[in-house]
């Protein structure tokens, strides 16, 4: 006897694979609604899954395939084991099942932090931007306090260190005299390019005459000043420009809702979690970057120049949600 589950959208294309795969006399065993894998079923999203069987030499090993139908009670308690860890890190429930789901079966027993992570960080993949290439234009913006400057500092220096570029830094933020200085240090040590744009027509003219891909520091201020809104509006409409929202880890979950909010006008397509370490995990921001569909880019790991700031990759990040200590610093 041969067994096969097949999972389609609706149950008319699942019989349908059934037919072609297994033949008109196949005789299906089950019906039911599954989630389905990825972002898609992080919103909701189900297939209809149909274990069906033929009386034809199998091509795997039935009773491997029986075991995973019907799963033993030895591999259901490592299911559970690994649900509840990932818990008492501060998982959601729902992804921490999933996370299980995942993870080889022949590991579960025993499953070190490690392997946990790795699993971990294929969930986690789809909340992680991976581009290494500069946008013309690396826009920066957030609440004051969390850290935009130094992130960009941190940016430059280690371009500058580790492939001998310099990048462009621009002040924008020219309500805070103290900002303006601390980024015009920076720029001095890296011997990079800083212009000072108080303006939007300053903004606009500084951005419109770069040569090199330019970080940009904005104000941290309410998306209802006036001033504010006119600057963040110079960028927003150019299609050279990324947006980075920049977020402290350890705000509560209410307020960084609101951020989120008070930021939406300026369009940032990625996320810099500053403020990491102080954080300890990030398991409780995972279900808020999954329903706000937000991508990490960076991740601020303390306050050096240019130590503390990772690039944000799966396993870096799964390293930081699950306590892993020796994959925080993981290149993948």
Known sequence: MHLKRYQRQTVQQALRAVREDLGPDALVLSTRLVQAPGPRGWFGGRFVEITAAADRPSVTDDRHLQASLDPSPEHRRSHD???ARLEAAGLETGLAQQVAAAHPTHTRRGASLATL???????LAPLVAVDDRYAPVEVFVGPPGVGKTTTIAKIAAQERACRGRRLGLVAADG?????????????????????????????QTTLESA????????AGR???????????RVVAT???????????????????????DRFATANPSRVVLTKVDEAGSLASLVSFLRERQLRLSYLGTGQ????????ATPRVFAGWVAGDTSARGAAA
């Open 222 to 232: 309410s998306h209802t000043d006036e001033g504010a809104e006119d600057m963040l």
């Open 117 to 123: 992570c790795a699993t971990l960080a294929k969930e």
């Open 238 to 260: 150019r299609s050279d420009v990324r947006t980075h929202l920049v977020l402290a880890a350890d705000t509560p979950l209410p307020t960084l809702q609101k951020v989120v």
């Open 304 to 311: 050096r120049v240019p130590d503390d700031l990772q690039i």
């Open 211 to 218: 040569t090199v891909p330019v970080l940009v520091d904005t």
């Open 175 to 203: 309500f805070r005299v103290g900002a303006v200085e601390q980024l015009r240090i920076y720029a001095h040590l890296l011997g990079s390019p800083l212009s000072v744009a108080r303006t939007p027509y300053e903004l």
């Open 81 to 83: 084991g690994i649900v």
